[in-house]
């Protein structure tokens, strides 16, 4: 029976020394440092924020346009804004360019929105309009670019205004309509 004994790499010259090293897969006191690098960033771009969002990241009810209630038999203009009744918190940066859309709603016809009668099919034609001069028509899913002022403005304001022209023989009863409102930035 052949025993092996310990290797004595104080005895042994440098090369027998290192293969000594080599063949024992120990450390003879020879090291290395390595050194590498890898990049770290972030880039924060100019956005918007919209705040109160459902879980699925719908808005909900944006706001409420709400043209009040006449006769039946009058003639008159009623406008409205929604502005009064919005209902989320937007929010940007400043030289953001956010875009608006809002479709022509459930019942358009013609290329012209209208509220629907409860009950009975009858129609009330109304228009949008960015500004409350009403010279700014908003045209059924026509982009509308919403210039956002300043260094970074909180609580911006959807330019919704509505204008509705009753025809002097309306069938009574509640008239409604459901808009969807676009925006991307």
């Known amino acids: 029976m052949v025993r092996a004994r310990p290797v004595d790499a104080g005895r042994l010259r440098p090369a027998g020394a290192l293969l000594a090293c080599l063949l024992a897969a ?3 006191g ?14 924060v771009i100019p956005g918007c924020a919209i705040d109160g969002l459902g879980s699925e990241g719908a808005a909900g009810l944006l706001a409420t346009l709400d043209f009040g209630s006449d006769s039946a038999l009058s003639t008159a203009v009623r406008t409205a804004d929604a502005a009064a009744a919005q209902t989320v918190t937007l929010r940007c940066t400043a030289g953001v360019v956010m875009r ?3 479709d022509g709603g459930a019942h358009a016809a013609g290329g012209t929105r209208q509220l629907r009668h409860a009950s009975a099919d009858r129609r009330l034609p109304y228009r949008l ?12 899913d026509q982009a509308q670019a919403i210039t956002i002022p300043g260094t970074g403005t909180p609580g ?13 023989d309306a069938l009574p009863g509640v008239y409604a309509d459901t808009v969807t409102v676009t925006l991307d930035w």
Request: glycine fraction near 6%; aromatic fraction near 6%; include cysteine.
């Open 100 to 102: 608006m859309r809002i």
């Open 129 to 140: 309009y960015r500004d409350a001069a009403f010279t700014q028509e908003i045209g059924i």
């Open 26 to 28: 120990a450390p003879c």
């Open 30 to 43: 020879l090291q290395a440092d390595t050194q590498a690098t890898f990049p770290v960033s972030a880039t």
């Open 156 to 168: 911006i304001v959807l330019p919704i205004h509505g204008r509705l022209a009753l025809p002097g």
